[in-house]
């Protein structure tokens, strides 16, 4: 078992209900616009109290109830961009501050607030990005980043605030990370398809993903 350790704290909480938004001609039902909440919010089932995802076929469920993306990125984005942007614009739940999210280990756990949650996976971007932006080229400046915040899986119920702080209290000894989905996702090789393969705390369409890769592999 890992000993307890502060690892950073939550900056913000944000949740968001679903709208319809036009973009090129369509109506697209959302929850990507999030705002940031005061006090503690709940988080039970696969949500915080307040939030819902529009689309459950790509967002929300077990392995991606809640989205953590991280200060530090948001200001490296805000360089990029000559902008500042607010806790909440890329959608996520948790705005963190202290911790490197591409090296958090697929599997570990982090005590927020009176909840534990628990690392699963990196948030791969879509077309709804974009809408938020405002920009549809935006998605593949975001892939191309690799600052893709990481999801995570509510393991015991609570409660979590902004100021809250971030105590990682389980590391498995998987060394598996965020950083390391991502590196598949951009430039997959057998070694780390194996390893994503053969790690049962990686949801399971990554295993899928994987196993799929290596099989194409051999039949070359």
């Given at each position: ?64 109830a ?5 200060v ?61 932006m ?17 999801y995570l899986?509510?393991?015991?119920e609570?409660e ?8 990682r ?16 996702h ?7 398809l ?18 799929r890769?290596?099989?194409r592999?051999?039949?070359?």
């Amino acid at each position: 078992m890992s000993e307890p350790e502060v690892i950073g704290r939550v900056a913000s909480v944000n949740v968001g209900r679903p709208r319809t938004v036009e973009w090129y001609g369509r109506r697209v039902r959302t929850s990507i616009w999030k705002e940031p909440v005061d006090g503690p919010a709940a988080v039970q089932g696969v949500n915080l109290d307040g939030d819902e995802q529009s689309d459950l076929r790509v967002h929300g469920g077990y392995d991606k109830a809640i989205y953590a993306y991280a200060v530090e990125d948001y200001r490296w984005w805000s360089s990029e961009l000559g902008v500042e942007l607010e806790p909440g614009t890329f959608g996520e739940n948790l705005t963190t501050e202290g911790v490197e999210l591409a090296d958090a280990v697929i599997g570990e756990r982090w005590l927020v607030g009176s909840a534990t949650l628990e690392i699963s996976e990196p948030r791969l971007p879509c077309y709804k990005l974009g809408m938020r932006m405002g920009d549809s080229t935006f998605v593949d400046d975001f892939d191309q980043a690799s600052r893709f915040g990481a999801y995570l899986r509510i393991a015991d119920e609570g409660e979590v605030a902004a100021g809250s702080e971030i105590v990682r209290v389980h590391r498995p000894e998987s060394t598996l990370t965020i950083g390391d989905l991502v590196e598949a996702h951009h430039r997959p090789t057998p070694g780390l398809l194996g390893r994503i393969a053969a790690t049962s705390a990686v949801p399971e369409p990554w295993r899928a993903m994987a196993e799929r890769a290596l099989l194409r592999r051999q039949a070359r």
